[in-house]
């Protein structure tokens, strides 16, 4: 879990198991994974894991990395999202991760209004 610092840049090992809420304070789930851009060296998306038990049964939602802040008080993440909203996003297993093609990239930018 990703614990306060003063330093403006943080590991990914930090920032993967960080739980992430809404903006009422729900938590939606964890941070899995980060898929960066391979050029730029931005960070596109997060990964979160939501759903399942114990780790069973869970999907990994990409998430825009530029939709989620993070919250000090909460240690941890915030988007303007709401459970239901994630029923519907695109997902996938943790077996079947897709290619982030410009195919799949545009769905999910799409399906956050980006």
Same mark, same amino acid.
């Given at each position: %879990? !990703?614990?306060?610092?003063?330093?403006?840049?943080?590991?990914?090992?930090? @920032?993967?198991?960080?739980?992430? /809420?809404? !903006? !009422? $304070?729900?938590? *939606?789930?964890?941070?899995?994974?980060? %898929?960066?851009?391979? &050029?730029?060296?931005?960070?596109?998306?997060?990964? %979160?894991?939501?759903?399942?038990? *114990?780790?069973? $049964?869970? #999907?990994?939602?990409? &998430?825009?990395?530029?939709? *989620?802040? /993070? #919250?000090?008080?909460?240690?941890? +993440?915030? @988007?303007?999202?709401?459970?239901?909203? *994630?029923? $519907?996003?695109?997902? /996938?297993?943790?077996?079947?991760?897709? #290619? /982030?093609?410009?195919? +799949?990239?545009?769905? &999910?930018?799409?399906?956050?209004?980006?």
């Amino acid at each position: %879990m !990703a614990t306060t610092s003063t330093s403006a840049v943080i590991s990914s090992d930090r @920032v993967e198991g960080t739980t992430v /809420y809404n !903006a !009422a $304070g729900d938590k *939606l789930g964890t941070i899995d994974d980060l %898929m960066i851009d391979k &050029v730029s060296g931005q960070v596109r998306y997060a990964v %979160m894991e939501f759903g399942g038990f *114990l780790g069973m $049964g869970t #999907d990994r939602y990409p &998430v825009p990395w530029n939709m *989620l802040k /993070y #919250d000090t008080s909460q240690d941890g +993440y915030v @988007v303007p999202l709401e459970k239901s909203q *994630l029923e $519907g996003a695109p997902r /996938y297993g943790n077996d079947d991760v897709p #290619d /982030y093609d410009d195919t +799949y990239r545009s769905t &999910v930018d799409k399906y956050y209004g980006l």
